[in-house]
């Protein structure tokens, strides 16, 4: 007897899907089936339409048993502010606590969003804002009840009041702590963007648990403000398995290196908020910053990575040559990579990037030897080595991760595949 479970890595600009048939495990031989496996970059075919495919692909009269996810996809939000349809309802004489300590911070409020209450209130007070809040955002859904000094009965009478008009309630325990309300303020604000991830999953698996890695596990329960760490938490936790120390990760969307070291408080584009999380460092340059010819014609990058929208030139649309673009021949080999970006198989693709940076060496200053792309490879490569050796690592305590680990051959020996739902289905298999 068997049932399925569906992996999901949820990245910011690619995901991965993997449907196995898992024999059960009070069998004497346990069998492990992949049903469908694929990458996609998000901004060219959606998780809607790929969960699609995956359901077409369940054995007749089958369904989804259990969904498992690791998620980058809400960094997506770290360049937004998140208050732009939650609504607060404080004390009176508090409405100004929206703007919090650091005001180069993005916001996670809307004052024209924000409910004073006095102790003397009533339903009819409460509704009297709703009607007036629905006039300024009627898509607004979600609400965040900081109140201090109510009674715990008042406090449950505002929080059934806006269950009844079908907001989604969040309650900061802790009136008093800005680090708390901002806490609760993201996990609001976020609320949408999961909601959306899990509806969209509930709909080929309307009867499976949902679980999401957090910290050390899977779990079906877990505050939004997790999410912005599951694939950190999920990376370091195959230090743990393998017994290293140190983590390198050049994947698509970015190449780090991590420790076993932990921050107690997040800097968060939002402000600070107490919540322990593991350390990443940046290394080498970012997968997807611009090559250029600078003023003085010579080889620079981009210091700000461009937007996913429409990414690199593999993908199709751009007509900037990034990083890994200067690697489409390595990466025109890869299964996973050309599932990923699928005009790679084209020819006139290859053409249209290698002419690019034909024209990038048009534009140099007169080196000794021609600026071609095999140079540059070469100044990516060991622009990477040369940050890692800052590290002073040691070969025996290294664990080197990642879909573009295959560009760095000669740095990290024979490079392995990698695979997001490989690694997911093996973090289950070990707990089996």
Request: negative net charge.
């Amino acid at each position: 007897m068997s049932n399925t479970r569906l992996a999901i890595y949820l990245g910011e600009s690619y995901a991965e899907l993997e449907l196995r048939a898992i024999e059960d495990k009070n069998s004497a031989k346990k069998t492990n089936t992949s049903l469908f496996k694929k990458a996609f970059f998000l901004p060219q075919t959606s998780l809607k339409a790929m969960l699609a495919q995956v359901k077409q692909s369940l054995p007749e009269n089958s369904s989804i048993d259990q969904v498992f996810v690791v998620t980058k996809y809400l960094d997506r939000l770290k360049s937004f502010r998140l208050g732009g349809s939650v609504v607060q309802v404080l004390n009176e004489n508090y409405e100004n606590n929206y703007v919090f300590q650091n005001s180069s911070c993005l916001s996670l409020a809307a004052s024209a969003l924000i409910i004073p209450l006095t102790r003397q209130f009533d339903k009819n007070d409460l509704q009297k804002e709703l009607d007036r809040i629905r006039k300024v955002n009627p898509e607004a859904k979600k609400v965040v009840l900081s109140l201090n000094d109510f009674s715990q009965a008042q406090i449950t009478t505002v929080e059934d009041f806006f269950k009844a008009n079908e907001f989604t309630v969040f309650i900061n325990k802790y009136p008093n702590s800005t680090d708390k309300l901002r806490r609760c303020l993201i996990n609001a604000g976020a609320e949408g963007t999961k909601e959306e991830i899990l509806s969209e999953i509930k709909e080929i698996a309307p009867s499976s648990q949902i679980h999401i890695w957090v910290n050390k596990q899977f779990t079906p329960v877990f505050e939004n403000i997790d999410l912005f760490f599951s694939a950190d938490n999920f990376l370091n936790h195959a230090l743990t398995l393998n017994q290293k120390d140190i983590l390198i990760h050049t994947d698509l969307e970015r190449w780090i290196i991590m420790k076993n070291e932990y921050q107690q408080t997040w800097h968060s584009p939002w402000g600070d908020v107490e919540y322990p999380h593991i350390v990443t460092h940046p290394i080498g340059i970012h997968p997807f910053s611009e090559v250029l010819i600078n003023g003085s014609g010579h080889l620079s990058f981009s210091t700000v990575p461009v937007a996913i929208e429409p990414g690199p030139m593999l993908a199709g649309r751009s007509v900037k040559p990034l990083i890994v673009d200067a690697f489409f021949d390595v990466i025109s080999q890869d299964k996973t990579m050309t599932q990923m970006f699928t005009q790679l198989v084209q020819s006139n693709i290859s053409q249209k990037i290698t002419s690019q940076f034909k024209v990038l060496e048009k534009g140099q200053a007169h080196y000794d030897e021609p600026l071609n792309l095999d140079i540059i490879q070469d100044f990516i490569i060991n622009k990477l080595g040369y940050d890692i050796l800052l590290f002073k690592l040691k070969e025996e305590e290294l664990e080197w991760t990642g879909h573009l680990n295959i560009l760095f051959e000669r740095l990290n020996g024979t490079p392995q595949n990698f695979s997001w739902t490989e690694e997911i289905f093996q973090r289950l298999n070990d707990h089996v």
